[in-house]
């Protein structure tokens, strides 16, 4: 790393990195049925086409950490934003299944490079200056998110815009913040080494499952909830996203404040605490039939896993098993295949039993998190 002390400028790039992630994540969302009419496919062909993203993002992330050293933080984050913007105007456009393939496979080979490296770049800059940056930093993923949504429905629902126009303003933001702040990049990498791959080993294996567990469960929350309120608890259609909104909210507002939380109540706590909160938020969600206990439940499912990948993440500068590039890119891939394996995994319980069983293993897993976690914070000084 550079002897360089990162100062705000550093803090405020890295923050704007996650925000271009949520943003473009979010940008991407409304193209998903205009690319389905576009390609004239049905919805097991959709799924497959989507399921590209996820395997690009798998093929990119166990080799980022060595990219990062190879080129360096700030090359790569320059770089992979550019080609993120135009494939998100490629996929705007785009008319056969055959163009469409390569494509999504490579846009999410920029997602999922874009996310391991400022990952990176965000343990770095908070083992620099020394205070809790890291739940800060995941936050403004959210907020992308909720902007890159919102704007496109003013766009597009209020002035009238075609997709393809709020498509390029949305990859002209893109390619704006990172022209104005991928300067700013701490310089860390560039000298070339570093193991080519990313396989976990030690305790780093152990925050991995962590990893895998929590997006696991936000994936199955985010694509299953919905399902659950219609079918198990009876709910109307149009309160079909209203779990997820209320999960959605909590960990954007716990997120903001987390930083300020874990330093002061320490991030052991918080984790395995939060755990144990979204363990007990299953159960309401899964036992009660109250509306207002349920959005309690979902509240306290997003409240008490806001934090846990954070935290970990900012942990991971602090194992000495790996080189913290490395020990990131090997925890994300692991954290993504459970957002890949998340939804399948409650559908195939769902159809072996019913739907409230496969969100007692949500539960279930919540719990196991929580007793990983003390297990990892007894082997990593903290």
Not at 289 to 314: D, E, K, Q, Y
Request: some cysteine.
């Amino acid at each position: 790393m550079s002897a360089e002390k990162p100062g705000l400028p550093e803090q405020r790039a890295a923050r704007i990195y996650f925000f271009i992630g949520g943003f473009g994540a979010a940008s991407w969302a409304p193209l998903v049925p205009l690319l389905k009419a576009r390609l004239a496919v049905d919805d097991g062909t959709l799924g497959l086409l989507l399921l590209c993203i996820g395997i690009g993002s798998l093929f990119t992330m166990p080799f980022s950490g060595a990219a990062a050293v190879r080129f360096g933080c700030r090359r790569v984050l320059t770089i992979a934003p550019i080609f993120y913007a135009a494939l998100l105007f490629g996929l705007c456009i785009v008319s056969s299944i055959w163009f469409a393939v390569p494509l999504l496979l490579a846009f999410g080979a920029c997602m999922g490079c874009v996310d391991v490296v400022v990952n990176i770049v965000a343990v770095l800059v908070e083992q620099a200056a020394g205070k809790r940056l890291m739940s800060g930093m995941h936050a403004r993923w959210s907020i992308g998110g909720f902007v890159g949504a919102g704007l496109f429905g003013v766009w597009v629902g209020t002035l009238g815009m075609t997709a393809m126009q709020s498509t390029i303003i949305a990859s002209g933001i893109i390619l704006a913040l990172m022209a104005l702040f991928s300067r700013h990049l701490l310089p860390y990498g560039g000298k070339g080494g570093g193991s080519l791959i990313a396989i976990p080993h030690g305790i780093v294996i152990f925050v991995g499952i962590i990893a895998l567990i929590s997006f696991l469960v936000e994936g199955a929350v985010m694509d299953w909830s919905g399902v659950f309120l219609t079918t198990v608890r009876g709910w109307d259609m149009s309160l079909a996203g209203s779990g997820f909104t209320v999960f959605s909210a909590a960990m954007l507002i716990m997120r903001l404040l987390g930083d300020k939380i874990v330093q002061k109540m320490g991030q052991q706590r918080i984790v395995v605490g939060g755990a144990f909160l979204a363990f007990a938020g299953f159960l309401l969600v899964m036992l009660s039939t109250n509306p207002v206990l349920i959005f309690a439940g979902f509240f306290f499912v997003g409240l008490g896993g806001a934090n846990v990948v954070p935290v970990f993440f900012s942990l991971l500068g602090k194992q000495d098993v790996m080189p913290v590039s490395a020990a990131v890119s090997a925890v994300s891939t692991l954290g993504y295949l459970g957002i890949l394996a998340g939804p399948a995994a409650i559908g195939f319980i769902s159809h072996l039993t019913n739907l409230q069983v496969a969100f007692g293993f949500l539960a279930t897993l919540m719990f196991i998190e929580g007793l990983i976690a003390i297990y990892v914070y007894r082997q990593i000084e903290v």
